[in-house]
């Protein structure tokens, strides 16, 4: 071997080279050939390379050409020459094959990678009713082709980075030249060629590496299946990451809204957008506060009850054992673990686990007087509401966030509820992502940027870009309808 990786006049010892290098594998195949009279060798990977296009641009090519020299010519294959011998087998383990010449210290790199595309399907995760239909697959190229049929403009930027010392896992970067902010572009670059692990596989991997608060519950980048989401993002002047082999995107930064909006959000008429997102905003705070709340009244505070429905409680609450907190935990994680085992079931069990979780288990616990009927109530609903959220990283951030709410409701009542809603806020408020305010446009307080939070305003009168993302542009569109002046 040469210090240099430089490749050998010899053909025998740039083969010893690449198999020694490949620790001799055995899915490492050589094919002979003999062309104009000169030893040639073609090699690759068998589990990588596509066999119809070595035999279809490769060996096809090779035998049909009658060489006045040695070096052929590939017309309809990717093809570079090259003399290091390291960024050969580097070639080789993503699927290319080599061909090499007897006598000659250059060699070929040909394109004839495997791959597998699935059809771009709707993503189950995140469904609309209306709007497009496709989301993004396994394979980058195909994502990265669905973004730019979107959006035609030269200033869409694509940067391509490898991460992970063993796994190589190539990673897009994609934003708008014109639009997103300089600083925030080097701050991702600057975070992903930081990365020094052996594996990086999917952008869970990256998110965790790139992250500004890794011990905080709340994700902090958004993670989205949807093409046409990621397309809505670059366009406010934020960045996409994408990674081969992973059919998702992660968008930076995003605020705690960002969880909340829905894209059918855009789809719809906007009062009735506006009205569904104020009942997901208000599905968070029954999320994690209605055990603790009902914990709180029935243990400290059950004199602003009504004295029917007292009534009503104390009955349900008479020949069960346990306190509210008790009850609420043992009914919390029978749920988490029907949960769970309704994701890792195939969907035709995981339907039976549902029904007999939720109908046989429940009705036999309260028979048993382990629980109450309206513990069960308080349950269901806040189960209900934590899947409100489009995303599922902050659904289950708000699962878990309520465990504590309850300890803190049943030690103080309504003093521990309020204690907890203030570190929460407290948290949320100070949390930055990529140098953008996480609770962004409350917290720091930005009017403009309510246009598209709470409620969302007709199309037209979303002229402004958010403040958070930094956009080098803030202004979005002009006056969309002078028309109107002149009726």
Known sequence: MTPTNQAFSELKMNISYVEQSLYCTDDLKQQQLLLNGVQSVLLYIDSLVDQEIIQTHVLTALNSQAHSEIYPSFTTLESRKDTDLQRGIDSLIQGKCLYIIDGYPEFYILSTEKMYVRSTTEPENEGVIRGPHNGFVEQLSVNLNLIRRQIISPSLIVRYFNVGEKTHTKIAVVYLQDLANPELVNEVKERITSISSDMVLAPGFIEEFMEDNPFSLFPQQLNTERPDRVIANLMEGRVAILAEGSPSALIAPVTFFAFYQSPDDYHGRWIVSSFLRLIRMMSFVIAFTLPAVYIATISFHSAILPIELAHTIKKSLQNIPFPALVEAMLLELIFEVLREAGVRLPSRVGQTIGIVGGLVIGDAIVR????????????????????????????????????????????FGYIGIAFGLVILTIHLCKMENFGSPYFAPVAPFRLADMKDVWIRFPIWALRGRPHDARPQRLNQQKFSRSWKKRE
Do not use: D, K, N, Q
Not at 379 to 407: D, G, N, Q
């Open 368 to 411: 048993a007087g382990l629980v109450s009927y309206t513990m069960i109530i308080v349950v269901s609903l806040t189960a209900i509401s934590s899947f409100l959220v489009p995303s599922h990283e902050m659904s289950s951030a708000v699962r878990i966030l309520r465990f504590p709410m309850m300890i803190g409701a049943a030690l």
